[in-house]
């Protein structure tokens, strides 16, 4: 099983609003990273949580915070956003962050900031 | 630094036609490469892979070689299918972080 899974598929919240994504894996992997994704482009790192632990924040501001709760789980929690920020969220994890192992993908979040 | 370099889209073939994607990479030291596939409103799915020079990547009839004389990863594949409509993303790991290629977009029509 190679599946990552992302709720909600889709989000509209208005630039006041608290809202969270979550990312979830089952493969047993150590790594798992955050990226945004605007039309047309490749995704852009965001952060990187390795054995559970912040190894890599991509400047990105501070009205996007990330979680690593457990081993399986990623969240990511947005508040104050901007419109420049509605995006693909992608949620991708790997077996470890180094080592140049494979990452994979879930199906992402739609995001629409209003 | 390292980088990926993706040839511009988007690509429009005939069912059947003969595909290639050219990607060509910058980097130290020994590289692993990737292919990714993105379907309209998905996550990217995970094509093949290559960890060392002259490595051979392939998958559902794709296929990719590790060229370290010419630094390149080119996709192929011999008979593309409407279904294969998506945008393709070469990258590369250098054991930290993954560096992708701005992405090509290919379109099939029957």
């Known amino acids: 099983d190679t599946e990552v899974t992302q709720t909600p598929k889709h989000l509209v919240m208005g630039m006041t609003n608290k809202k969270s994504l979550k990312c979830e894996q089952h493969?047993?992997?150590?790594?798992m990273y955050w990226y945004k994704q605007k039309a047309k482009k490749p995704p852009e790192l965001m952060f990187v949580?390795?054995?559970?632990?912040?190894?890599i924040n991509e400047s990105v501001p501070s009205r996007f915070s990330p979680e690593c709760p457990n081993s399986s789980l990623l969240n990511l929690h947005l508040h104050a956003l901007q419109p420049e920020d509605s995006a693909l969220y992608l949620c991708?994890?790997?077996?470890?962050?180094?080592?140049?192992?494979?990452?994979?993908f879930g199906p992402g979040t739609r995001l629409t900031v209003t | 630094g390292n980088s990926v370099t993706q040839m511009e889209g988007p690509v429009t073939l005939s069912e059947e036609a003969f595909l290639t994607i050219n990607c060509t990479y910058t980097a130290t030291g020994y590289p692993s490469l990737f292919w990714y596939v993105q379907y309209p409103g998905e996550g990217l799915q995970l094509l093949l892979k290559a960890t060392k020079a002259d490595d051979k990547g392939s998958n559902k009839g794709f296929e990719a070689t590790y060229r370290k004389e010419t630094t390149s990863f080119h996709l192929e594949k011999g008979s593309v299918q409407v279904s294969d409509s998506a945008v393709y993303f070469c990258a590369l790991s250098d054991g930290n972080q993954f560096y992708f290629g701005t992405g090509t977009s290919l379109t099939v029509i029957p």
């Open positions: 949580y390795s054995y559970e632990k912040l190894s």
């Open positions: 991708a994890s790997s077996r470890q962050a180094t080592n140049s192992y494979e990452q994979y």
């Open positions: 493969m047993g992997h150590r790594a």
